[in-house]
């Protein structure tokens, strides 16, 4: 490993920007500089711990969640749209043989959630037809509940870095 790790020097950087800099601020416009680069600087050091796994576990709950709209598609008869579902999950896989990197993980996470976001979109326009349907609101349901455990998991990722400490800009 190498030493410091990016999260000490993140924290390194911080302590002297507050130790060292902030007492020689004389300005509050500097000062809210200062908080906002602290906030910024916490929640990048937060990322650097964090995000690879909060996108490995959203990247598994996409493609559980996009696995069972394919069936449900596949049983209300559009197997056309859940092959088309099947083939943009395939082509979203990284490259085999290499570490997957933060960037590779969120790209792979963006283009299953763009199937998410048109699959949404679809049975948004399908409302009036099949709202009564039971499958189709339990698939509506499946895309409320994973967007709301999306939203709460990125919330570790800003939650801890700004929240009680100071203004922000």
């Known amino acids: 490993m190498i030493h410091p790790s990016a999260v000490e020097i993140i924290r390194n950087i911080e302590a002297t920007l507050v130790d060292i800099v902030e007492p020689a601020v004389q ?3 500097a000062r ?3 908080a906002t680069i602290g906030h910024l600087l916490r929640h990048v050091a937060l990322r650097i711990e964090d995000e690879g796994q909060l996108l490995t576990d959203d990247i598994a709950a996409l493609k559980t969640l996009l696995g069972e709209l394919v069936t449900y598609l596949s049983s209300a008869g559009d197997a056309d749209r859940a092959r088309g579902i099947a ?3 395939s082509a979203a896989e990284p490259p085999a043989g290499r570490y997957p990197s933060v960037q590779i993980l969120a790209t792979q996470a963006g283009a299953l959630r763009a199937v998410v976001q048109d699959i949404l979109s679809y049975l948004q326009s399908q409302r009036e037809a099949r709202r009564d349907e ?3 609101q339990a698939a509506r349901a499946a895309i409320r509940a994973y967007l709301t ?11 801890p870095a700004f929240e009680d400490k100071g ?3």
Do not use: C, G, K, Q
């Open 27 to 29: 300005t509050t416009t």
């Open 32 to 34: 809210s500089t200062l």
């Open 87 to 89: 083939t943009s999950m």
């Open 134 to 136: 039971p499958d189709y």
């Open 149 to 159: 455990a999306d939203v709460l998991a990125e919330a570790r990722l800003i939650h």
């Open 167 to 169: 203004p922000r800009r």
